[in-house]
């Protein structure tokens, strides 16, 4: 059983930044690879970024450059550092350790 908890989304104005964390339980945490994905309201969800057990990442062509994932694994924890962000970054983001197990979400606006 993982139990995977979102945080640190907001309202931010375009061109700010934002990191998002995910704190993982139930599990041991560096056996897994990890990933965010994100979902706009009537859009299908997409794959933002992922990073392996060997930290290995891998990005969205819209997000790279802007953000980079990075994990923690003696806090059980990955984050995603959001830079330059614009408007079509706005959605709900998820983290996953891309095995069925999700995060509640976390809802990030980019609006002036």
């Known amino acids: 059983q993982v139990q995977l908890v979102e945080s640190g989304g907001g309202l931010v104005q375009p061109g700010g930044s934002l990191r998002l964390s995910c704190a993982a339980s139930?599990?041991?945490?560096?056996?897994?690879?990890m990933g965010w994905y994100r979902q706009a309201p009537g859009k299908q969800r997409e794959l933002v970024a992922t990073?392996?057990?060997?930290?290995?990442?891998n990005y969205a062509d819209s997000v790279k450059g802007r953000f980079t994932i990075s994990r923690d694994n003696a806090k059980n924890t990955v984050y995603l550092q959001m830079n330059s962000l614009k408007p079509e970054d706005t959605a709900v983001y998820y983290c996953t350790n891309l095995g069925g197990y999700w995060g509640q979400g976390t809802q990030v606006t980019v609006s002036s």
């Open positions: 990073i392996t057990r060997g930290d290995s990442t």
């Open positions: 139930g599990s041991i945490f560096s056996l897994y690879a």
